[in-house]
């Protein structure tokens, strides 16, 4: 069984300031990883995803994350935020690829303070 | 033009009624699922359909009943609704093989 672990439901930035959210995963296979975004009242939109090779992945939105396989951890990370990235961020984790069987986490909100 | 489209967005109603909500993608997907998510924004995985046939079926109470017509839609009948099935309800499609999944806007369900 594979699980994700999202350690902060909340976090508040300064607009402009650099952001990192945590993600950590869990799983016994070779895992491919997803951050989505969910703008209010929204579905959810993939913002990167790592399947294989480097290990720094490049997004939407100026976004990035960075495989960890040792510490089994996918960070999101920008090095200056808007108000327009006020949103739920979610990662997930599959290992069955081919049958997108994703397993979330349980979301953080971001919210930049002007 | 919506690549994946629900509706209704909005549904409310009374304990014990029955209530179908319907999905359709245009993007040329071979698969399509329907996740819920909970009042405290947990998404979770119920159904899975590849090519009309079904794939994945979490441990969902058979009162749900998803029904795939053609590759481009996927419904979800609920049966004897619940207090608890209260949610938002996502449809997603997605090629198999791409990693990648894209989400209908939710339809939120409100049980009184």
């Known amino acids: 069984a594979q699980s994700v672990t999202q350690l902060d439901s909340q976090v508040p930035v300064f607009e402009e300031a650099p952001v990192e959210l945590r993600c950590n995963y869990s799983?016994?296979?070779?895992?491919?990883l997803f951050w989505y975004v969910q703008y209010p009242n929204q579905g959810l939109q993939l913002l990167l995803k790592?399947?294989?090779?480097?290990?720094l992945v490049k997004g939407i939105n100026g976004f990035e994350a960075e495989f960890n396989k040792s510490q089994t951890s996918f960070h999101l990370r920008k090095p200056s935020v808007h108000i327009s990235d006020t949103a739920e961020y979610f990662c997930?984790?599959?290992?069955?690829?081919?049958?997108?069987?994703?397993?979330f986490g349980t979301g953080t909100r971001l919210t930049i303070i002007p | 033009d919506t690549a994946v489209s629900q509706t209704p967005k909005y549904l409310v109603t009374q304990m014990g009624n029955d209530k179908s909500i319907k999905c359709e993608q245009n993007?040329?997907?071979?698969?399509m699922y329907w996740y819920k998510q909970d009042s405290k924004k947990f998404l979770k995985i119920m159904f899975s359909?590849?090519?009309?046939?079904?794939?994945i079926n979490e441990t969902v109470p058979n009162r749900f009943s998803p029904k795939s017509p053609d590759k481009a839609h996927l419904n979800l009948h609920i049966n004897s609704l619940e207090l608890g099935d209260s949610a938002v309800y996502f449809c997603?499609?997605?090629?198999?093989?791409?990693?990648?999944?894209?989400f209908g806007e939710g339809s939120r369900l409100t049980v009184l």
């Open positions: 997603a499609s997605s090629r198999s093989g791409a990693g990648e999944l894209f």
């Open positions: 799983s016994s296979v070779s895992v491919y």
């Open positions: 790592y399947l294989s090779g480097s290990t």
């Open positions: 997930a984790v599959s290992n069955f690829f081919g049958n997108e069987k994703l397993t």
């Open positions: 993007l040329g997907h071979d698969t």
């Open positions: 359909y590849n090519n009309k046939e079904l794939i």
